[in-house]
């Protein structure tokens, strides 16, 4: 993925983010016109967002049948996100793999 979006004429570039500022200053470096947030578990502290946490969790892919669920549903996906229980939620992937995936929650150390 990576070489195919440098092909595209995307920039990657890493940078040691302490608050929000940071990720405006390293915008302007780089004339970004857009920023992905790649930074995990650290986005609750780098943006104050305490509602920003990690979750434990599972995640399996599966071989679907030859006749792809977004085919037959037209939807990209399907979730369960209003559960109060949890996420759960079943995204199509490339070659007829569906990721299946559910059970957020909070580590007990948190």
Known sequence: LASQLAA???TFHRAELQGREDVAVA???HS???VVNCLGRGAGRIFADEACHE???????????PSTLEEETHLAHISDEDHPDGLAYVVPQVGGVLALAGTAERPLDM
Do not use: F, P, S, T
Not at 56 to 65: E, F, H, P, R, T
């Open 8 to 10: 595209a004429g995307v």
């Open 27 to 29: 915008r302007r470096q």
């Open 32 to 34: 970004a016109e857009v």
């Open 55 to 65: 979750v434990l969790g599972d995640l399996v892919y599966v071989k679907a049948q």
